[in-house]
């Protein structure tokens, strides 16, 4: 599975970003999906995952209220939106994809690149 994530830009606190993440290959629909991020000189951090079916979902308690993740399986993409966007929200976010429930860098099985998020104050 490649995967390419999109959306990411410049916008100031309290804006709105929607991410995608457009999926290569026939599976995947099978593949739990999920959103990480990496701001400068901190670890990779969960953000949200939604199961294959899109009847599951999870989020960090830093985006509960504010983020969204869903997806599309006819079109191979997932999204993230996210609303209410404050300064420490600033990152790389990656999405990912993964056979088993996505919590946590090891359950992930695919990375894409990143796209960059920054929220001004």
């Known amino acids: 599975v490649q995967l390419q994530a999109s959306g990411g830009g410049l916008v100031q606190a309290g804006g709105s970003l929607r991410l995608s993440c457009a999926a290569s290959?026939?599976?995947?629909?099978?593949?739990?999906m999920g959103w990480f991020r990496q701001a400068p000189g901190k670890e990779r951090e969960f953000v949200a995952a939604?199961?294959?079916?899109?009847?599951?979902?999870y989020y960090a308690d830093s985006v509960k209220g504010r983020f969204t993740i869903s997806r599309d399986n006819a079109k191979n993409t997932v999204y993230l939106q996210m609303n209410n966007l404050k300064p420490e929200d600033t990152a790389l976010h990656y999405c990912?994809?993964?056979?088993?429930?996505?919590?946590?860098?090891?359950?992930?099985?695919?990375w894409g690149r990143g796209t960059q998020v920054t929220v001004s104050s």
């Open positions: 990912a994809a993964a056979r088993r429930p996505i919590t946590t860098m090891t359950s992930v099985d695919y």
């Open positions: 290959g026939r599976t995947f629909s099978s593949y739990n």
């Open positions: 939604i199961s294959w079916s899109g009847d599951w979902l």
